[in-house]
């Protein structure tokens, strides 16, 4: 009994170590938003929960509009709105009465018919509030998604302009602007979008400030003579990599506090993206899409309070004890199991166990973080959990397997022939842990390859329960036996996807790099397999 009451300390140690490590706060010189000072201009949706503009029906009750403005009349002197649906028409008289101005948008698209109504509106509204109204934004990105020619924005833009007596403008990513230099001419000012994140070659977070200021001053070249507006900038707090390009908190307090200061010092005007995070946007964008605000969708506060060091784990002291209750229950589980088997298992064996549980403990909280910010819809929260529940329970059954001299149970122990499966409830359980990790281990693998651009890398909750497997094989495995058509059929997919994702995410994504050595880990245990007769 020496070794396990040698590991156990070392492994909570170790597990305490790692979180006290990676929720290290930092402090920023300047606060995203510095008490007693305000924002130029903030993006706004008044969406919430489960509202969403993707439903036509739904329509924003003016109270709920008003307390967002009231709110972000403390931290702003301008909002931004893309269009008057959905109850935004309403916007103007409430952020009139806080004393917020609005860029006012029109949401144009390839239906004309509804492009003259948000015309129609938005003209209105200028009218009525010219006080409060300050621009209007005569369509967002529509070059971008392809639903309109540059001739006919440049006309709709002229249209406008006619009827309007405020600045009237376009808004699209930098590329389009000097793609379609023509629009140029029918605006009053240019309003650019630079995301460093959704570059084609993403920007890291430590240069996105930099990047910023270098793409406005090479529009500001192209196009001499005109204000330029940065219509949206800023970075996301969660969702995947892209390349070397991190979403954290720490990330986007560290990138809005840069490019902030930025602005200050070299006196241009910046609308940040954006004021609430938005959870709709997941289903367009993955989790990224969702967290862009500088205010949390729940709680209605903002993420960075000026003058609060910035954790990316701000509860960081409950995932450790959680880690380390779970590998407490890892070791436990393999002491009570000798018990009722006394043996001498191998100190390789023993070390597997170490290693699972602290690995487990570890990534408890990680995994867990990622499944309440990555889940949305019923079908990602089923699939995530079922993963996460995989990720704390194989350690556990691998324990016992490790101390009973009992290998991985393959799909044939399972699934095969009645009277070749196994009996043993412990068998099943750890098999069917495996065969949920194997089975969503393939689908996102082949996510990865077929369509990634949105996806999040389940690295915690599959390191969680793929180690634990991977370490069982090692020290368990059978010498003897068939190698089982389906672990190999597994093994080759896995493999197949890891070598694409490898090549497409870059070697600078450390999620990617990460996930795809886990699915290796995965493919090597599946390959090793063999049909062996497992005690019933």
């Given at each position: 009994m020496r070794t396990p009451l040698l590991l156990i300390p070392i492994s909570l140690a170790m597990i305490f170590g790692v979180w006290w490590w990676i929720a290290t706060p930092i402090t920023l010189e300047r606060a995203p938003i510095e008490a007693g000072s305000k924002l130029e201009c903030v993006s706004y949706a008044?969406?919430?929960?489960?509202?969403?503009?993707?439903?036509?029906?739904?329509?924003?009750?003016?109270?709920?509009?008003?307390?967002?403005?009231?709110?972000?009349?403390k931290i702003s002197n301008c909002v931004r709105t893309y269009s008057i649906d959905n109850g935004l028409d309403q916007l103007p008289p409430l952020a009139a009465k806080v004393g917020l101005k609005v860029l006012q948008g029109i949401w144009l698209s390839n239906d004309r018919s509804k492009n003259l109504a948000q015309i129609a509106t938005a003209v209105g509204l200028t009218k009525a509030y010219p006080d409060t109204i300050t621009g209007l934004v005569v369509g967002n990105e529509v070059l971008l998604?392809?639903?309109?020619?540059?001739?006919?924005?440049?006309?709709?833009?002229?249209?406008?302009?006619?009827?309007?007596?405020?600045?009237?403008?376009?808004?699209?990513?930098?590329?389009?602007?000097?793609?379609?230099?023509?629009?140029?001419?029918?605006?009053?000012?240019?309003?650019?979008?630079?995301?460093?994140?959704?570059?084609?070659?993403?920007?890291?977070?430590?240069?996105?400030a930099n990047h910023v200021d270098a793409i406005r001053k090479q529009v500001a070249v192209a196009f001499p003579g005109k204000e330029i507006l940065i219509g949206e900038t800023g970075w996301p707090s969660a969702g995947r990599m892209r390349e070397g390009a991190l979403p954290s908190?720490?990330?986007?307090?560290?990138?809005?506090?840069?490019?902030?200061?930025?602005?200050?010092?070299?006196?241009?005007?910046?609308?940040?993206?954006?004021?609430?995070?938005?959870?709709?946007?997941?289903?367009?964008?993955?989790?990224?899409?969702?967290?862009?605000?500088?205010?949390?969708?729940?709680?209605?506060?903002?993420?960075?309070?000026?003058?609060?060091?910035?954790?990316?784990?701000?509860?960081?002291?409950?995932?450790?004890?959680?880690?380390?209750?779970?590998?407490?229950?890892?070791?436990?589980?393999?002491?009570?199991?000798?018990?009722?088997?006394?043996?001498?298992?191998?100190?390789?064996?023993?070390?597997?166990?170490?290693?699972?549980?602290?690995?487990?403990?570890?990534?408890?909280?990680?995994?867990?973080?990622?499944?309440?910010?990555?889940?949305?819809?019923?079908?990602?929260?089923?699939?995530?959990?079922?993963?996460?529940?995989?990720?704390?329970?194989?350690?556990?059954?691998?324990?016992?397997?490790?101390?009973?001299?009992?290998?991985i149970p393959t799909f044939l122990d399972l699934f095969g022939p009645r009277e070749d499966r196994s009996r043993s409830l412990a068998t099943w359980a750890l098999g069917l842990a495996a065969v949920v990790t194997v089975l969503i281990s393939a689908e996102t693998a082949l996510g990865f390859t077929f369509d990634p651009r949105y996806?999040?890398?389940?690295?915690?909750?599959?390191?969680?329960?793929?180690?634990?497997?991977?370490?069982?094989?090692?020290?368990?495995?059978?010498?003897?036996g068939a190698r089982p058509i389906a672990e190999a059929s597994f093994a080759g997919l896995l493999v197949a996807c890891t070598l694409y994702t490898v090549?497409?995410?870059?070697?600078?994504?450390?999620?990617?790099?990460?996930?795809?050595?886990?699915?290796?880990?995965?493919?090597?245990?599946?390959?090793?397999?063999?049909?062996a007769q497992i005690p019933k």
């Open positions: 008044p969406f919430r929960g489960t509202q969403t503009p993707l439903d036509p029906t739904t329509h924003i009750d003016a109270e709920q509009i008003a307390q967002d403005m009231a709110q972000l009349a998604r392809g639903e309109m020619t540059t001739a006919d924005l440049a006309a709709t833009i002229r249209l406008v302009k006619a009827q309007a007596k405020v600045p009237v403008t376009y808004a699209d990513v930098w590329e389009y602007w000097l793609r379609n230099r023509e629009i140029y001419d029918a605006v009053d000012f240019v309003t650019i979008h630079i995301l460093p994140y959704w570059e084609d070659i993403p920007v890291r977070a430590r240069y996105a908190r720490t990330n986007q307090a560290r990138v809005v506090s840069e490019i902030l200061t930025l602005a200050k010092r070299e006196h241009f005007r910046v609308n940040l993206i954006e004021a609430y995070d938005q959870p709709w946007k997941r289903n367009l964008e993955g989790t990224v899409g969702g967290y862009w605000g500088l205010i949390d969708a729940d709680s209605r506060a903002l993420k960075y309070p000026a003058g609060e060091p910035i954790s990316n784990f701000p509860h960081w002291k409950i995932a450790a004890a959680a880690g380390m209750a779970l590998s407490i229950v890892v070791f436990l589980t393999a002491i009570l199991t000798l018990r009722r088997r006394p043996w001498s298992p191998r100190l390789v064996a023993w070390l597997a166990v170490g290693t699972s549980a602290t690995v487990a403990g570890i990534l408890l909280g990680v995994a867990v973080d990622k499944l309440l910010v990555e889940s949305y819809g019923v079908g990602r929260w089923a699939q995530w959990s079922l993963l996460l529940a995989s990720g704390i329970l194989t350690p556990i059954l691998a324990a016992h397997a490790l101390m009973s001299g009992r290998p996806r999040d890398f389940p690295f915690a909750a599959l390191t969680m329960a793929v180690v634990p497997l991977f370490l069982l094989m090692l020290v368990n495995r059978p010498q003897q090549f497409n995410e870059g070697p600078k994504n450390w999620q990617s790099l990460w996930t795809c050595a886990v699915y290796a880990m995965l493919a090597l245990t599946l390959w090793r397999a063999r049909v």
